[in-house]
């Protein structure tokens, strides 16, 4: 299988498709945003409503990454808990971030509400799963941190869990209230749809080619047209591609994989997430379970679906939906597909301080709710000139050794986990 996005249920099912067309001569604008995912559209819809002038362009179609096939769970903070990352950031800094990505999901579903993005939201909260009882000692650990620092999350016993979940699988789990899920292709271009509606200038199929500085100015190249603008804003994230004249931040490139079943009938849907909490569990090499809104569902893992151990990955798929919810033993997957997630070395997302710009990457897994939030609050830096607004201070160097040999390497874990797990 390859990373064609049209393999997703989310590009079957996407009701948001912005009008679009390649960029021809040449622009000039306040800003220009290279990448159309959920952090460019954002800031292009942030700095086009402070009434600045941009241009975003995106190499293929608006959310054609991540941001277009990632599981859909909008939640509230990152994967690493408060006091993780306090200790890589400090604690003033560390509970500012984690302050500002507790209110992400407010961001994204303000957002859906007021641009009547189609986007499938729902906010009954995320299950933070036990795949095993010691996985009950990891989510006490995170209840506690959070609840310190004043989030609304409760912990839920075995069977308070089992019944939300549908499964007697489940060990016990990490309720947070303030989380939901979305069709994330759909927000995707629910964004860019709004951002064009507030003056912004979007054009799809236009790849970077080169990008200088001229008198003051960022020149960007593309194939059959070329943008001048003041400010800057990289948001390839996992997607980056080659441009003369940049060089995109390196990260480790770990992928993930989901296959959706056909709707589940009424009565299996009254039993398995009768809620619609989005999920996701406590194991080392995890794994993710919800439903959209015509009741079908949807099960990932690490993983990537376009190389030998593809059919180990598949293979587990089947076994796992079995495993967890043994009444679906033996139903098809409809439609699978993977994408890439941009992890640093810290488990942290970076910005990254520019000429008159920012680069921001890195979310880790958590795209929905950090990417928006840095790309609103980058293009409101930016437009203001107050870089106080940023989400975490701007740094000026990166660097991330043997990261592709640290990205095979969660690859081949995965594989051989999938191989052995969840069998009878």
């Not at 992400?104 to 189609?118: C, N």
Request: with cysteine; proline share 5%; aromatic share 8%.
């Amino acid at each position: 299988m390859t990373s064609d996005l049209t393999t997703s249920l989310w590009h079957q099912t996407c009701q948001e498709n912005p009008a679009s067309s390649v960029l021809t001569g040449e622009v000039t604008a306040d800003l220009v945003v290279i990448g159309g995912g959920y952090t460019g559209c954002s800031a292009a819809l942030k700095a086009a409503e402070m009434g600045a002038s941009v241009c975003l362009i995106e190499a293929e179609v608006f959310g054609h990454g991540g941001s277009g096939r990632n599981v859909g769970l909008v939640n509230a903070g990152l994967w690493l808990p408060p006091e993780d990352i306090n200790t890589r950031l400090g604690p003033v800094k560390g509970n500012a971030l984690s302050q500002a990505l507790g209110k992400a999901p407010d961001l994204v579903y303000g957002l859906i509400e007021r641009h009547g993005i189609s986007c499938e939201p729902v906010r009954n909260g995320t299950l933070h799963c036990a795949h095993a009882p010691s996985g009950m000692q990891d989510l006490q650990r995170r209840a506690d941190q959070l609840q310190s620092i004043g989030a609304p999350v409760r912990l839920l016993d075995a069977a308070q869990a089992q019944s939300r979940v549908g499964s007697k699988a489940i060990h016990g789990a990490l309720f947070d209230p303030r989380a939901g899920t979305i069709q994330p292709l759909g927000f995707a271009r629910g964004l860019a749809r709004a951002a064009t509606a507030a003056g912004a200038q979007l054009y799809d199929q236009t790849p970077a080619t080169a990008i200088n500085r001229n008198n003051g100015h960022w020149q960007v190249t593309t194939p059959k047209g070329s943008i001048r603008a003041k400010y800057l804003v990289m948001a390839t994230n996992g997607y980056a591609r080659a441009i003369t004249g940049y060089d995109a931040p390196v990260i480790v490139p770990v992928h993930y994989f989901q296959g959706a079943t056909a709707p589940l009938s009424p009565a299996q849907q009254a039993q398995i997430l009768p809620g619609l909490e989005g999920c996701w569990d406590s194991a080392l090499v995890m794994s993710s379970w919800r439903m959209d809104q015509q009741g079908r569902l949807i099960i990932g893992a690490m993983g990537a679906l376009d190389h030998f151990g593809s059919s180990i990955h598949q293979s587990w798929l089947t076994r796992k939906m079995a495993a967890v919810f043994p009444a679906l033993t033996g139903a098809k997957f409809e439609s699978q597909w993977f994408g890439r997630i941009a992890m640093t070395q810290e488990y942290l997302p970076k910005v990254g301080k520019l000429e008159d710009g920012y680069v921001s990457f890195g979310y880790s897994g958590r795209g929905i709710g950090p990417g928006t939030l840095f790309g609103h609050k980058i293009a409101e830096a930016l437009i203001s000139g107050d870089e106080s607004l940023l989400p975490l201070p701007a740094s000026t160097g990166h660097s991330l050794p043997f990261a592709r040999l640290r990205g095979a390497y969660y690859e081949a874990g995965a594989t051989l986990t999938h191989l052995v797990k969840d069998r009878i």
